[in-house]
């Protein structure tokens, strides 16, 4: 069995800063892209930001220049800075692996965390 477990979410005034955690661990033999997305009350799920093992990064227009992800590949875990957070950031946020849970598996599975919600008051 593989977990994502995300911490970090809370309330936050328009301007400040928040940081999200997410932890994968269980059964892992190998993880690709990690990613944070993000779903609005009555909105799609939508990508906020991946980063491969090897570091390549790809954000969403709308967070360019405010959120940073990183990751730590020894920790399996996968951060989410978000500076100059605006109203319409608030969501819940989810992080998603791809990760090979064991050698025998060639293909990758995808992994939900279970959310965390962010809310920015204006």
């Known amino acids: 069995q593989v977990q994502l477990v995300e911490s970090g979410g809370g309330l936050v005034q328009a301007g400040g800063s928040l940081r999200l955690s997410c932890a994968a661990s269980g059964s892992i033999f190998s993880i690709n892209v990690m990613g944070w997305y993000r779903q609005a009350p009555g909105k799609q799920r939508e990508l906020v930001a991946v980063i491969a093992s090897g570091g390549s990064t790809h954000y969403a227009d709308s967070v360019k220049g405010r959120f940073t992800i990183s990751r730590d590949n020894a920790k399996n875990t996968v951060y989410l800075q978000m500076n100059s957070l605006k109203p319409e950031d608030t969501a819940v946020y989810y992080c998603?692996?791809?990760?090979?849970?064991?050698?025998?598996?060639?293909?990758?599975?995808?992994?939900w965390g279970q959310g965390t919600q962010v809310t920015v008051s204006s």
């Open positions: 998603n692996g791809k990760i090979r849970p064991t050698m025998s598996r060639r293909s990758e599975l995808d992994y």
